[in-house]
């Protein structure tokens, strides 16, 4: 056959290919399986193996300490890291804390877990019916945090668990790639209830082991997509996770290590430089997607909290703060560290620095601050901050009308 | 189940034609097979006409089942024009894209892929590996895993340059597979590509292979415009021009392994 005839012949073999698409396209091929028979059902066995769910034991497991979402308050864990031999002593002093809190002493956790309901427990369930947040917000944020935990056990002592968590092993330890907060839900049902409780429908369970699937390592992109799935992340959560895939698309070897940096931020700061750590090129896409936003502006702003004084990305995480705010109490902090530097010493700074940072009462105190502040005389700098000084009370009402609403929503 | 690698650390030498030429015939001759394109240009799986995604990065770092990554090549696309649905053999594919350059830095230890293809080792027969020219990590996992290599070269010396490289790099792991109790890797052959007999470069270029490799030198495979022709007809020799001295050639390649092989066993 002469290479003119073979090229005819192809071509019309193409066509009839193209004609018959469960022949050609891979994704209806993969459908019907070519008739692959005997030998799917092989590679399908396979899989389910490979796939196959283990048991580990909570107290080899390790969290992961670059995930974005932090699951147990700031000042727990400056104090207590979070380390399987440290979380009972988490658990205890983070009630201790919520109780101090709300003056009571009322809390048992256990009561809670085994589905007796407590006045806490009617009211969330008053506010779920409702359909309205106030709970999340009229609470203290400590509580919040832990109530949202004791829940999650509650359910899967109730439920069971249903989505194991994903572990890269390292030695005879493992990290948690995602499923933190599972993870800790297991211990606090094992501090309550041991390796042998009995559930509702009568099984017997053994909370010290969590089924979990190993994989080969922490991949940030599927933590991201886990972190998206799950219940929303606050903003500092988000600008971390920004952070984390930014740092895997730049490749891991450009940034010191997480255990080498001074504190949390500064590891996640490390990409702050926007015009350094460009998005590549071809990149944007996937990135938006693995974020869950829509446009690139966003990822502007939420990189710029990377930047943030440390207090103030402390306090965000703490209080679940959101962007919108963060950035005003940004802007609004450099402009009182600004005015004040200018005229003041060091002790107003600091002063006001803090209570800049103190978001119920910064309105009145700032007024009280900003007026006793003798600005430079120059008329040209003089109009400057006071404009700025200005916008801040501007931003202030707004603040305080915004937190109003939400107060009496 | 056997896993065999394509390799030669020269680019554009023939490993990509050799192995997908390998892959169908041991598939025609009634074996499973899965050819694993490792090449980040991934044109061993346009070579079918087959899609990009998912691929080898997703199977090995996003640990995707099988059952994700594998894709069945259409019998039209590898086999004999009239027995195209009768062969008892199966021809699978791991398709590669531009993930595949990250897979090196992203998997733990060497024994990653041998440990997620041994999941097969009752189900499948053949395992190819389809290589890229620039070493990497990726390429100790392959030698970790592979039983056997197969290099395919130019009878140029660039190509002997790169087919040095190579079987340097292959001595190096001798001694890290002893230590995991692997037998040592079996070279399977060299096979001269683009072979112009008329030529005393090539000629005499092929006479100093053979007095290198002796036995281990393949029959020539001679440049010939129909594997070009092959290749924009996302098809094999086989399917494509079964009648041709060049689908011969294509043949011994395979009659060749399986000598190698069972002479191996």
Known sequence: MSSRERRRKIQDEENLLYANPNTLDPKTADAIGFGLGELAMEIAAADSEYQAIEAINIQDIQPNAMQPRHSVPHDLTDIYPLTPDNIVDIFERWIIEVQLEKSQNDFDVTNYLLGETTERGERAEKDESDGSSGIALAASTKEDALMKLVDLAASIRRDGLSNPISLVQDGDRYEIETGERRWLAYHMLYWRFGDGDARPDGSRVNWSRIPARLVNRVDVWRQASENNARDNLNAISRARQLAVLLMDLHGWQNFTAYKECENEQAFYAQVADGARWRIPRGQGERLLNAMGMTEASQLRQYRALLRLPEELWRKGDDENLSEGELRKMKSALATVTRVTKSSAGKRKKDVVGRLAVDAGQWRKRLRKEISSTTVDTRPKLRRLIEGEIRQLLRLMTELDESEATVHSA | ?265
Not at chain 2, 80 to 103: C, F, K, W, Y
């Open chain 2, 1 to 265: 189940m056997k896993i065999i690698t394509l390799l030669n650390e020269k680019g554009g030498v023939g490993k990509t034609t050799v192995a997908t030429h390998i892959a169908a015939g041991l598939a025609i001759r009634g074996k499973r097979v899965i050819l694993v394109d490792a090449d980040p240009q991934g044109h061993a799986t346009i070579a079918f006409g087959l899609t990009k995604e998912p691929g080898f990065y997703d199977l090995i770092v996003r640990n995707a089942p099988f059952q994700q990554v594998l894709r069945p090549v259409p019998p039209e696309r590898f086999n004999l024009p009239d027995e195209a649905h009768n062969t008892r053999g199966q021809l699978l594919m791991v398709p590669s894209n531009i993930e595949t350059r990250s897979i090196a830095g992203n998997i733990s230890d060497a024994f990653t892929v041998l440990k997620r293809f041994n999941q097969l080792r009752n189900a499948i027969d053949f395992v190819i590996f389809d290589t890229s020219p620039t070493p990497s990590l990726l390429h100790s996992s392959i030698y970790m895993a592979t039983d056997g290599i197969i290099y395919p070269t130019k009878c140029e010396a660039w190509s002997f340059d790169g087919l040095r490289e190579s079987l340097t790099h292959k001595d190096q792991f001798s001694p890290i597979r002893q230590q995991y109790n692997l037998n040592d890797i079996k070279v399977l052959g060299v096979v001269p590509t683009m072979y112009r007999g008329r030529t005393l470069e090539h000629q005499d270029n092929l006479r100093r292979l053979q007095d290198i490799f002796g036995e281990l030198v393949w029959k020539p495979l001679p440049v010939r415009t129909i594997w070009a022709e092959v290749a924009s007809a996302r098809r094999t020799v086989f399917s494509l021009a079964p009648t041709t001295t060049t689908a011969d050639d294509a043949w011994s390649l395979v009659d060749q392994l399986e000598g190698r092989i069972y002479e191996q066993s």
